[in-house]
C-alpha cells in the first residue's frame, strides 16, 4: 500500500488538518482499485489550534517511512518550525517521499532546504515573509498551487483541497478525482495556476450567472467555442463576459476553457482507447499536433506517453508518479 502521512503539530489550523484527512483517510470502495495507507502522525501530548487533542498512533519519526507526506499549516510562521517536524521532513524527501505541504506549511519545507532553488507557494498574505525566510525559492503568491514533482504546495484554505484533489488526479486519474470531487461538492478541477485571490467586487450575481454557461460549455467541448459564441450563449457583450469571468476565475474565458478541454483529453487517454485523432476532436482540441502541443505544455509529457504511463505502471508504495 501507499502510505501517506499527515504531520499533526502543535496548534494545527483545524480545516489545513481536516483536508487530507477527509481526502486520503477514508476507505472509498468502489472508487479505485487501491487507496491510502493513511497515517496520522504526532508528538504525544499535542493539540490543535482548537484544543483538541491528537490521537495519534505514530510518531512524527514515522514520517520518514512515508511514500507522502502531507504538511498542514503551521501554528505561527513568525515562530521556528519544529526541530523534529523539519528534520522527520527532511529524512523523509531523502528517503524519496513526495512532500505535500497546504497554506503555510511551505514554512516547514523552507526550513527544511526542501524550497531552495524551486517554485513554492503559499497564502498570499505570508508569500513575502516565506521568500525573506527562503530567499533561494522562487514564490509565486498569484497561483492555487504548484506541482514541482516531488515537492507539491499550495495556497491557503481552499487551494490545499484542490492540491489535495490534484494529487488523487495523479495517482488515479481524472474520472477518479472527478467523482471523488462530486462527493465532497466541490469543483472537479481548478488548475494550479488559477489566479489566488482575486481583488475585484465581484456579486454573487455575477458568479452565479457564469454557472450555467460553464456547465453548457463543459457538455459541449467538441465544438469550436469561441469569447463571443460564449456570450451570445449568456446573452452579454463579449466584454461584459471577460470582465466577469476575469473576476470570477482570476482567467480568460480561452485559458478557462483551453485547461478543461486539456482535463477532459487526460479522461479520455486514461479510460478509453480512443485514438489520438479522436480524442483532440472529442476535447475540442482540433487535430493531434494542436493537442499534442497543448497537453504537453500543460501536462508536460506527450499524449501517447502519458498514456502509456498510466496504463503501465502501478502507483502502490514507492513506484514512479504518473505525469501530473
Same mark, same amino acid.
Given at each position: 500500500?501507499h ?5 499533526v ?7 489545513e ?14 472508487? +479505485?482499485?487501491?487507496? @491510502?495507507?493513511?497515517?496520522l ?6 493539540r *490543535? /489550534? %482548537? !484544543? ?10 514515522a ?14 510562521v ?5 526541530p523534529?517536524l523539519?528534520?522527520?521532513v527532511?529524512?523523509?524527501h531523502?528517503n524519496?517521499?513526495r512532500?505535500?505541504?497546504?497554506c ?6 523552507a ?13 498570499w ?7 525573506a525566510r527562503?530567499?533561494?525559492a522562487?514564490?509565486? +503568491?498569484?497561483?492555487? @498551487? ?5 515537492i507539491?504546495t499550495s495556497?491557503? *484554505? /481552499? %487551494? !490545499?483541497?484542490?492540491?489535495?484533489l490534484?494529487?488523487v488526479r495523479?495517482d ?14 466541490m469543483p ?12 475585484a467586487?465581484?456579486t ?7 454557472a450555467?454557461l460553464?456547465d ?6 467538441a465544438?469550436?467555442l469561441?469569447?463571443?459564441a ?20 482570476g ?10 478541454r486539456?482535463?477532459?483529453a487526460?479522461e ?12 483532440a476532436r472529442r476535447?475540442?482540441l482540433?487535430?493531434p ?7 504537453t505544455r500543460?501536462?508536460?509529457v506527450?499524449p501517447?506517453?502519458?498514456?502509456h504511463?498510466f496504463?503501465s505502471?502501478?502507483?502502490?508504495g ?7
Open positions: 500500500m502510505q501517506l502521512a499527515v504531520a503539530t502543535e496548534g494545527v489550523p483545524i480545516f488538518l481536516a483536508i487530507p484527512c477527509e481526502v486520503f483517510g477514508y476507505a472509498r470502495p468502489g472508487l +479505485a482499485d487501491w487507496w @491510502y495507507d493513511f497515517r502522525c504526532a508528538a504525544p501530548g499535542t *490543535t /489550534a %482548537a !484544543g483538541f487533542a491528537a490521537q495519534a498512533e505514530h510518531g512524527l519519526d514520517l520518514a517511512d512515508a511514500d507522502t507526506v502531507v504538511i498542514p499549516a503551521c501554528a505561527n513568525l515562530d521556528e518550525q519544529p523534529d523539519v528534520e522527520a527532511r529524512a523523509a531523502g524519496g517521499a512532500i505535500v505541504s497546504l503555510t506549511g511551505a514554512f516547514v519545507l526550513a527544511a532546504g526542501l524550497l531552495d532553488g524551486r517554485p513554492a507557494t503559499t497564502h498574505m505570508h508569500a513575502d515573509q516565506l521568500a527562503c530567499p533561494e522562487r514564490v509565486d +503568491a498569484s497561483v492555487l @498551487y504548484i506541482d514541482d514533482g516531488d507539491l495556497a491557503g *484554505t /481552499a %487551494a !490545499g483541497l484542490d492540491l489535495c490534484h494529487v495523479a488515479h486519474g481524472a474520472a477518479v478525482a472527478r467523482a471523488l470531487a462530486k462527493r465532497l461538492v472537479a478541477h481548478r488548475p494550479g495556476g488559477q489566479a489566488q485571490y482575486v481583488d467586487d465581484i454573487v450575481h455575477d458568479a452565479d450567472e457564469l450555467p460553464l453548457w460549455a463543459r457538455e459541449h467541448l465544438e469550436p469561441t469569447v463571443a460564449l456570450a451570445r450563449r449568456a446573452n452579454i457583450t463579449t466584454r461584459t463576459l471577460i470582465r466577469r469571468f476575469h473576476a470570477a476565475t482567467t480568460t474565458p480561452m485559458a478557462w476553457l483551453r485547461g478543461i486539456i482535463d477532459h487526460r479520455l487517454l486514461e479510460t478509453t482507447s480512443l485514438p489520438v485523432d479522436q480524442i476535447s475540442g482540433g487535430g499536433a494542436n493537442l499534442r502541443h497543448h497537453f500543460a501536462v508536460g506527450p501517447t506517453t502519458y498514456r504511463t496504463t505502471t502501478p502507483r502502490t514507492r513506484q514512479p508518479q504518473r505525469p501530473a
